[in-house]
Protein backbone atom coordinates (compact mmCIF):
# COMPACT_ATOMS: atom_id res chain seq x y z
CA UNK A 1 0.00 0.00 0.00
CA UNK A 2 1.43 3.91 -0.28
CA UNK A 3 1.62 5.71 2.20
CA UNK A 4 0.72 9.02 2.31
CA UNK A 5 2.35 11.30 5.01
CA UNK A 6 1.62 15.74 5.50
CA UNK A 7 3.46 18.08 7.25
CA UNK A 8 2.84 19.47 9.50
CA UNK A 9 -0.03 18.37 11.36
CA UNK A 10 -0.68 21.41 12.54
CA UNK A 11 -0.14 24.80 11.62
CA UNK A 12 -0.93 28.36 13.09
CA UNK A 13 -1.11 31.81 10.86
CA UNK A 14 -3.06 35.14 10.52
CA UNK A 15 -5.52 36.28 8.18
CA UNK A 16 -3.31 37.10 4.74
CA UNK A 17 -0.43 35.07 5.62
CA UNK A 18 0.83 32.54 2.82
CA UNK A 19 1.03 28.88 4.09
CA UNK A 20 2.05 25.67 2.44
CA UNK A 21 1.93 22.00 3.13
CA UNK A 22 3.70 19.19 2.21
CA UNK A 23 2.83 15.68 1.08
CA UNK A 24 4.98 12.98 0.75
CA UNK A 25 3.79 9.51 -0.69
CA UNK A 26 5.63 6.41 0.07
CA UNK A 27 6.39 5.45 -3.98
CA UNK A 28 5.77 7.74 -7.14
CA UNK A 29 2.10 8.22 -7.68
CA UNK A 30 3.02 10.48 -10.27
CA UNK A 31 0.39 13.17 -10.51
CA UNK A 32 -2.11 11.20 -9.00
CA UNK A 33 -2.74 13.52 -6.17
CA UNK A 34 -5.70 15.36 -5.19
CA UNK A 35 -6.18 17.70 -2.12
CA UNK A 36 -9.19 17.97 -0.08
CA UNK A 37 -10.51 20.75 2.62
CA UNK A 38 -12.68 19.85 5.18
CA UNK A 39 -14.82 22.16 8.31
CA UNK A 40 -16.23 20.89 11.29
CA UNK A 41 -18.99 19.02 11.28
CA UNK A 42 -19.04 18.79 6.91
CA UNK A 43 -17.53 16.29 4.77
CA UNK A 44 -14.70 16.96 2.19
CA UNK A 45 -14.10 19.78 -0.15
CA UNK A 46 -12.15 18.97 -3.19
CA UNK A 47 -9.89 21.95 -4.07
CA UNK A 48 -7.53 20.07 -6.65
CA UNK A 49 -7.22 17.15 -8.28
CA UNK A 50 -4.18 15.24 -10.62
CA UNK A 51 -1.55 17.37 -8.25
CA UNK A 52 -2.17 20.91 -9.88
CA UNK A 53 -5.69 21.30 -11.25
CA UNK A 54 -8.03 23.55 -9.71
CA UNK A 55 -11.49 22.68 -8.66
CA UNK A 56 -14.34 24.14 -10.26
CA UNK A 57 -15.27 27.21 -8.27
CA UNK A 58 -12.50 26.85 -6.06
CA UNK A 59 -10.62 29.91 -5.03
CA UNK A 60 -7.13 30.82 -7.25
CA UNK A 61 -5.84 31.62 -4.03
CA UNK A 62 -5.27 27.77 -3.73
CA UNK A 63 -2.36 26.17 -5.95
CA UNK A 64 -1.16 22.81 -5.52
CA UNK A 65 2.15 21.49 -7.16
CA UNK A 66 4.42 18.25 -7.28
CA UNK A 67 4.61 15.30 -9.03
CA UNK A 68 6.57 11.47 -8.45
CA UNK A 69 6.45 11.66 -4.36
CA UNK A 70 6.38 15.03 -2.88
CA UNK A 71 3.48 17.73 -3.50
CA UNK A 72 2.78 20.86 -1.65
CA UNK A 73 -0.45 22.60 -1.34
CA UNK A 74 -0.30 26.58 -1.31
CA UNK A 75 -2.57 29.37 0.19
CA UNK A 76 -1.34 32.44 -0.88
CA UNK A 77 -3.05 34.94 1.62
CA UNK A 78 -5.22 33.36 4.10
CA UNK A 79 -8.98 34.61 3.81
CA UNK A 80 -10.87 33.45 7.21
CA UNK A 81 -13.02 30.90 5.77
CA UNK A 82 -9.25 28.98 4.80
CA UNK A 83 -9.15 27.81 8.74
CA UNK A 84 -9.74 24.43 8.55
CA UNK A 85 -8.32 20.69 7.85
CA UNK A 86 -6.66 19.62 4.60
CA UNK A 87 -5.85 16.29 3.54
CA UNK A 88 -4.03 14.90 0.42
CA UNK A 89 -5.03 11.90 -1.16
CA UNK A 90 -3.41 9.59 -3.65
CA UNK A 91 -5.55 8.04 -6.65
CA UNK A 92 -2.77 6.11 -8.17
CA UNK A 93 -4.10 3.07 -6.83
CA UNK A 94 -6.24 1.32 -4.46
CA UNK A 95 -5.95 1.50 -1.49
CA UNK A 96 -7.13 5.63 -1.73
CA UNK A 97 -5.04 6.61 1.12
CA UNK A 98 -5.29 9.82 2.88
CA UNK A 99 -2.47 11.83 4.52
CA UNK A 100 -3.50 12.06 8.57
CA UNK A 101 -4.37 16.05 7.81
CA UNK A 102 -3.11 19.16 8.64
CA UNK A 103 -4.88 21.34 10.92
CA UNK A 104 -4.61 24.95 9.92
CA UNK A 105 -5.62 27.10 12.85
CA UNK A 106 -6.02 31.00 13.64
CA UNK A 107 -3.19 32.61 15.41
CA UNK B 1 -28.44 20.05 -8.33
CA UNK B 2 -25.41 17.41 -8.41
CA UNK B 3 -25.39 15.55 -5.18
CA UNK B 4 -25.57 12.31 -2.78
CA UNK B 5 -27.95 11.84 -0.42
CA UNK B 6 -27.27 9.44 2.39
CA UNK B 7 -29.38 7.62 5.22
CA UNK B 8 -29.97 9.00 8.53
CA UNK B 9 -27.87 7.93 11.37
CA UNK B 10 -27.74 4.52 12.72
CA UNK B 11 -27.04 3.19 16.63
CA UNK B 12 -25.89 -0.67 16.28
CA UNK B 13 -24.71 -3.50 19.33
CA UNK B 14 -21.37 -5.02 18.77
CA UNK B 15 -21.77 -7.96 16.33
CA UNK B 16 -24.89 -6.38 14.20
CA UNK B 17 -24.18 -4.91 10.94
CA UNK B 18 -25.39 -1.65 9.52
CA UNK B 19 -26.36 -0.85 5.86
CA UNK B 20 -26.42 2.67 4.89
CA UNK B 21 -27.70 3.95 1.37
CA UNK B 22 -26.28 6.67 -1.11
CA UNK B 23 -28.77 8.16 -3.40
CA UNK B 24 -27.20 10.21 -6.65
CA UNK B 25 -28.90 13.10 -8.54
CA UNK B 26 -28.38 15.59 -11.02
CA UNK B 27 -26.18 13.05 -12.76
CA UNK B 28 -26.26 9.65 -14.90
CA UNK B 29 -25.22 6.82 -11.72
CA UNK B 30 -23.59 4.49 -13.82
CA UNK B 31 -20.75 6.70 -15.04
CA UNK B 32 -18.54 7.16 -12.10
CA UNK B 33 -17.86 4.95 -9.65
CA UNK B 34 -18.72 5.22 -5.88
CA UNK B 35 -16.28 4.91 -3.11
CA UNK B 36 -16.84 4.72 0.61
CA UNK B 37 -14.89 6.82 3.37
CA UNK B 38 -14.65 6.72 7.36
CA UNK B 39 -14.23 9.26 9.95
CA UNK B 40 -13.61 8.19 13.44
CA UNK B 41 -14.44 10.94 15.90
CA UNK B 42 -11.47 13.93 15.89
CA UNK B 43 -9.30 11.33 13.74
CA UNK B 44 -8.42 11.54 9.83
CA UNK B 45 -9.83 10.04 6.73
CA UNK B 46 -10.02 6.41 6.07
CA UNK B 47 -10.37 4.99 3.01
CA UNK B 48 -12.79 1.56 2.78
CA UNK B 49 -14.00 0.70 -0.48
CA UNK B 50 -14.90 1.32 -4.08
CA UNK B 51 -17.96 0.31 -6.83
CA UNK B 52 -18.85 0.57 -10.74
CA UNK B 53 -22.33 0.98 -10.29
CA UNK B 54 -22.59 0.23 -14.00
CA UNK B 55 -20.49 -3.08 -14.11
CA UNK B 56 -20.97 -4.13 -10.54
CA UNK B 57 -17.28 -4.58 -9.10
CA UNK B 58 -16.27 -3.64 -6.22
CA UNK B 59 -13.12 -3.85 -4.22
CA UNK B 60 -11.74 -3.08 -0.59
CA UNK B 61 -9.42 -1.95 2.07
CA UNK B 62 -7.68 -5.19 3.03
CA UNK B 63 -8.38 -4.47 7.03
CA UNK B 64 -12.33 -5.04 5.85
CA UNK B 65 -12.66 -7.83 3.54
CA UNK B 66 -14.96 -10.34 4.73
CA UNK B 67 -17.09 -7.84 6.84
CA UNK B 68 -17.44 -5.22 4.16
CA UNK B 69 -20.18 -5.31 1.00
CA UNK B 70 -21.07 -2.71 -1.29
CA UNK B 71 -24.01 -2.87 -3.72
CA UNK B 72 -26.05 -0.70 -6.11
CA UNK B 73 -29.76 -0.68 -7.36
CA UNK B 74 -29.56 1.31 -10.85
CA UNK B 75 -33.57 1.60 -11.00
CA UNK B 76 -33.28 4.23 -8.24
CA UNK B 77 -29.68 5.33 -8.86
CA UNK B 78 -28.64 4.04 -5.03
CA UNK B 79 -25.22 2.42 -3.48
CA UNK B 80 -25.32 0.69 -0.32
CA UNK B 81 -22.31 0.14 2.14
CA UNK B 82 -22.83 -2.88 4.71
CA UNK B 83 -20.64 -3.17 7.41
CA UNK B 84 -20.85 -6.68 9.85
CA UNK B 85 -19.41 -7.75 12.68
CA UNK B 86 -19.50 -4.29 14.13
CA UNK B 87 -17.06 -3.18 16.83
CA UNK B 88 -17.16 -0.29 19.15
CA UNK B 89 -14.10 0.67 17.05
CA UNK B 90 -16.29 1.19 13.92
CA UNK B 91 -17.83 4.41 15.43
CA UNK B 92 -17.66 6.79 12.63
CA UNK B 93 -18.69 8.98 10.30
CA UNK B 94 -19.21 6.92 7.15
CA UNK B 95 -19.31 9.18 3.92
CA UNK B 96 -19.65 7.86 -0.06
CA UNK B 97 -17.85 9.67 -3.03
CA UNK B 98 -18.49 10.01 -6.51
CA UNK B 99 -15.21 9.31 -8.58
CA UNK B 100 -14.94 10.30 -11.75
CA UNK B 101 -12.19 7.11 -13.14
CA UNK B 102 -11.87 8.39 -16.55
CA UNK B 103 -12.20 11.85 -16.81
CA UNK B 104 -9.88 14.89 -16.34
CA UNK B 105 -10.20 14.04 -12.04
CA UNK B 106 -7.88 11.41 -12.43
CA UNK B 107 -9.63 9.74 -9.89
CA UNK B 108 -10.92 12.74 -6.97
CA UNK B 109 -13.60 12.25 -4.86
CA UNK B 110 -15.11 15.49 -6.12
CA UNK B 111 -19.09 15.33 -5.00
CA UNK B 112 -19.34 13.91 -1.54
CA UNK B 113 -22.56 12.66 0.95
CA UNK B 114 -23.61 14.52 3.62
CA UNK B 115 -22.37 11.67 5.79
CA UNK B 116 -23.58 9.04 8.07
CA UNK B 117 -22.89 8.58 12.16
CA UNK B 118 -22.26 5.26 13.10
CA UNK B 119 -22.47 4.35 16.48
CA UNK B 120 -21.72 0.99 18.27
CA UNK B 121 -22.71 0.37 21.35
CA UNK B 122 -24.43 -1.90 23.85
Known amino acids: DIQMTQSPSSLSASVGDRVTITCRAS??????LNWYQQKPGKAPKLLIYAASSLQSGVPSRFSGSGSGTDFTLTISSLQPEDFATYYCQQSYSTPRGFGQGTKLEIK | QVQLVQSGAEVKKPGASVKVSCKAS????????INWVRQATGQGLEWMGWMNPNSGNTGCAQKFQGRFTITRNTSISTAYMELSSLRSDDTAVYYCARVDIAGPTEGAFDIWGQGTLVTVSS
Open chain 1, 27 to 32: QSISSY
Open chain 2, 26 to 33: GYTFTSYD
